[in-house]
């Protein structure tokens, strides 16, 4: 049985994309590996906040039906350069308030704040922890709440995997990452809600006609700078804000188009992602944009979690978009070219499907990052699906629709397989593009 200090899969439990089934002996060994993690290594593998993917990886995996050889060999070479669990010479007790405010935004007491969660768990259950210390409404919620959408999304990654695989000890760690994580995100968010509700407007526009609008704003689109050590923060926020605002309060979620938005959430940050190409250089895909397609794929978990309220249903996905919007505008928003997509030739033709594509990601040796993209990418698929022809609009929407799906899952695994670095950061400059190649012939649209 699962408890938030022991991970315990079982084949019953592989997620929310199906590929392949599991077996118990991969359910064991892949236990036996988030064991290991959980208890040895940080949640950041140096100092400056770089993350600890092996969860995520091996989850995705073991999701997608990998075999227990594959996910021991892609533990093995992302475990050898963890650092230690214990970064921290004090050891702060948690449960006394001023030593958990005091600490927050730190690394160094990961591991403090992962027994504070286990020990909270442990006393009242993992769904009444997540509402009384993330979903409560109050100062110290809307705090912890903001964390979880920093560190370009990585926490609420965490937490989503936890939920999705029913693993409260990932949940723990999830818990103590947002912890370690500072809140100018957070910050960001509450004050783009606070907007919102100021303005008289209901009215919701798709995103992505919001993100045409943002492209057309030059202010905003050429707000972050090449220079800017992060271009949401120094850039868009420092230098385009109000605009920023204009467009984060024309998204709107309620109650009744949560299941509609969510499909357009998923949609259109799967769509800016694999869209934002710069003929003729190679095809890759934006690490950053990236970010916002791998968490997507846990907002329908979010949904179905009968102890969450719908409010916070509500307010995790308008969250959610405004971030989306905000990582679209800090990379110079780029012109997206569906013409990318639509006309896009699979680099292995024969490979090209669904089974071709996981295949290939199984045995892509990286971090993780390639296959989550995979299943998410897929994910989308799945959950567009029904709105494709009825979206607001006409299907305005949902701009990703048939068989585009499969080529952006071939678009993703194609380029990390072909040359020059895996993935390329911040699209919309030009300096992303300057050490990639120009297409071979055979791939010119």
Not at 312 to 337: E, T
Not at 413 to 428: C, F, K, L, Q
């Amino acid at each position: 049985m699962a408890t938030p200090n022991k991970v315990h899969l079982t084949v019953d439990n592989t997620g929310i994309v199906q590929f392949k089934p599991q077996t118990a002996e991969t359910a064991a060994k892949t236990s036996e590996l988030l064991q290991e993690n959980h208890e040895k290594h940080h949640i950041f593998f140096n100092k400056d906040g770089f993350h600890n993917h092996i969860v995520h990886h091996l989850l995705t995996l073991y999701g997608l039906g990998a075999p227990a050889e594959i996910i021991e060999q892609r533990y093995k070479e992302n475990a050898n350069y963890q650092r230690d669990i214990i970064q921290s010479g004090a050891r702060p007790d948690m449960s006394d308030p001023e030593n958990f405010k005091q600490y927050l935004d730190n690394e160094k007491y990961y591991h403090e704040y992962l027994i504070f969660w286990q020990n909270e768990m442990e006393k009242k259950g993992w769904e009444n922890v997540l509402n009384e210390y993330v979903f409560a409404g109050d100062e110290r919620a809307d705090g912890l709440l903001g964390r979880f959408y920093g560190g370009f999304l990585h926490p609420i990654i965490h937490l989503g995997f936890g939920i999705e695989f029913h693993q409260p000890a990932i949940i723990a760690e999830a818990l103590a990452q947002a912890c370690c994580h500072q809140n100018w995100t957070g910050e960001f968010l509450l004050a783009a809600e606070k907007d919102s509700k100021s303005r008289t407007s209901t009215s919701s526009m798709t995103m992505p006609a919001l993100l045409d609008e943002i492209r057309a704003n030059k202010k905003l689109s050429t707000a972050a700078e090449w220079s800017d050590s992060n271009k949401i923060r120094d850039g868009v926020l420092a230098r385009a804000s109000d605009e920023m605002l204009k467009y984060t309060s024309q998204w709107h979620i309620t109650p009744e188009n949560l299941e509609q938005k969510t499909a357009e959430m998923i949609n259109s940050c799967i769509y800016y992602t694999a869209a934002a190409q710069n003929p003729p250089k190679q095809v890759k895909i934006d690490f950053y944009f990236m970010h916002c397609v791998n968490s997507s794929i846990f907002w329908p978990t979010f949904n179905a979690q009968s102890w969450l309220s719908t409010a916070n249903k509500v307010r995790l996905l308008q969250w959610k978009g405004y971030l989306d919007l905000a990582m679209y505008a800090s990379r110079r928003s780029p012109p997206l070219l569906i013409s990318e997509i639509t006309e896009y030739a699979p680099a292995k033709p024969k490979e090209a499907d669904w089974e071709g594509v996981f295949t290939r990601l199984f045995a892509f040796g990286d971090d993780g990052h390639a296959v989550k993209l995979g299943r998410a990418v897929r994910n989308g698929e799945l959950v567009s699906r029904a709105w494709e022809e009825k979206g607001e609009g006409g299907g305005k929407g949902t701009r990703v629709k048939g068989d585009m799906w499969p080529k952006i899952g071939n678009m993703a695994i194609d380029s990390v397989e072909d040359s020059g670095v895996h993935w390329a950061r911040s699209v919309g400059f030009a300096e992303a593009w300057v050490e990639y190649g120009d297409r071979s012939k055979k791939s010119q649209l």
